[in-house]
């Protein structure tokens, strides 16, 4: 069906009148609610709400290498937690772990994991500064780091650590490397 | 996603009821009123009686160079607040927005009445933002802390098409989409305001919004402005005006 346009009052010369002054597909429509109610459908439109989709949290994101062939390597069996919260592991016994996400604890400027690689312990200390971060209004705030690059690490697995990014946010970059 | 919709939708309504404005023999010239401006921005005051959190009070002053053209002062004054589970913000501030306005309605069509303006503005905002408490968790645990009031400076700049149509004498109604984008704050880039008022989330560097207002005009001049025929384009008009 194509769409006819016609005028119906040739003699009305306003573009807009409150009178029906034109028809699409024999509709009259008065042209000025058209206009008036595009006008509130971007308000309805407008008024949405949005949900946080954003990654809320800044890692340490720590690469793991093997020192021999400093490759990326995955170790059989890693585990992770807080030198100070045993109970609670970040990861336990687990596989497949090519790079570790390391949360830092916001209300101090150093903080310290052990990292159980193959079944051996070693701690590593992290010095650190942080700031807050808007994220978005959604999301709220978040704490970003600067990694100082004086890190204090056992070496019973570990066999050093390299520095590729001392900024931590919330972005996906390696900060460190752990050659084991 | 949905708000860029809604904004092409309501732009295609636009366009297509202006489509239908010069479909009948034009006269040679029209006289055109030139005007002064005094308009208010109601939603805001609106939209304060539904959420006593957010005030926001604005206008503007435009005066007519000629039939296509316009300066445009505005203005307005913001208090916004916004909670959610993890932050409590609060930004107070003032605005002044300065710039020109195209009517992009032809002169038989707008007949000083009716008014498509594109506006091209800059905008200057002076604030304060405070952030009283937010919460942070992670891993370590739970942080509670605050961010203290600090003074903001953010301009921008606007584009923002809308209509106006007179109703009564010398009184129109209209809307217009904004569409602006931040240019220079003085903020730190990790604590951008929350809030700007006259541009909207500071945490975006593109914002978008939508005013309803209420226009008085003061005629002070008439000009008589000449009017092109469009002999092509009625003929072809009138061919479809035939079809049954």
């Known amino acids: ?180 | 996603m949905q708000k860029i919709s809604g904004y092409i939708i309501s732009l295609s309504l636009i366009i297509c009821s202006g489509q239908v404005h010069s479909q009948v023999s034009a006269p040679d010239s029209v006289i055109i009123p030139l005007k002064v401006m005094a308009s208010i921005e109601i939603a805001g005051p609106i939209m304060y009686f539904i959420d006593k959190n957010n005030l926001s009070l604005g206008g503007y002053l435009s005066c007519d160079l000629n039939e296509k053209l316009a300066i445009y002062i505005g203005g307005g004054y913001s208090d916004y607040k916004y909670s959610q589970y993890n932050y409590m913000y609060l930004s107070k501030g003032a605005f002044i927005r300065s710039g020109i306005d195209f009517n992009i309605l032809k002169p038989e069509t707008s007949i000083g009445k009716y008014r498509f303006n594109i506006g091209l503005h800059y905008g200057l905002s002076v604030l304060t933002s405070e952030t009283p408490s937010f919460k942070y968790e992670n891993y370590w645990g739970t942080i509670t802390s605050s961010l203290p009031s600090k003074h903001y400076q953010g301009h921008f700049l606007e584009i923002c098409p809308g209509f106006r149509a007179e109703i009564f004498k010398n009184f129109s109604i209209g809307w217009s989409v904004s569409l602006r984008k931040l240019i220079y704050t003085n903020a730190d880039k990790d604590l951008r305001p929350l809030y700007i008022p006259g541009y909207g989330s500071g945490a975006n560097t593109v914002s978008a919004g939508i005013g309803y207002y209420l226009v008085w005009s003061f005629p002070f001049k008439k000009i008589k402005v000449s009017v092109k025929p469009e002999p092509a384009e009625e003929a072809e008009e009138s061919e479809e005006t035939q079809e049954p």
Do not use: W
């Not at chain 1, 008065?30 to 439109?45: D, W």
């Not at chain 1, 609670?88 to 390391?102: C, G, P, R």
């Not at chain 1, 959604?138 to 390299?162: K, R």
């Open chain 1, 1 to 180: 069906m194509s769409m006819i346009i016609t005028r119906t009052d040739t003699s009305n010369r306003n573009f807009l009148n409150f009178d029906p002054s034109c028809e699409i597909m024999n509709i009259p429509i008065p042209k000025i609610s058209v206009l008036l109610l595009s006008g509130l459908f971007l308000i309805t439109t407008s008024c949405d709400q949005e949900a946080c989709f954003e990654e809320t949290n800044a890692f340490l994101k720590a690469s793991m290498y093997n020192y021999s062939t400093l490759k990326i390597k995955a170790p059989d069996s890693l585990s992770l937690f807080g030198l100070t919260k045993p109970e609670v592991k970040i990861y336990d016994k687990a596989k497949n772990i090519t790079s570790t996400l390391m949360p830092l604890d916001c209300s101090k400027e150093s903080c310290s994991y052990v990292i159980k690689i193959n079944g051996v312990n070693d701690t590593i200390t992290f010095i650190y500064t942080s700031s807050p971060h808007l994220i978005s209004k959604s999301c709220g705030y978040t704490y970003y780091h600067t990694l100082n690059t004086a890190i204090d690490f056992s070496t019973n697995e570990i066999d050093s650590l390299g520095f590729t990014n001392n900024s931590i946010t919330t972005f996906d970059a390696e900060n460190i490397r752990i050659y084991y």
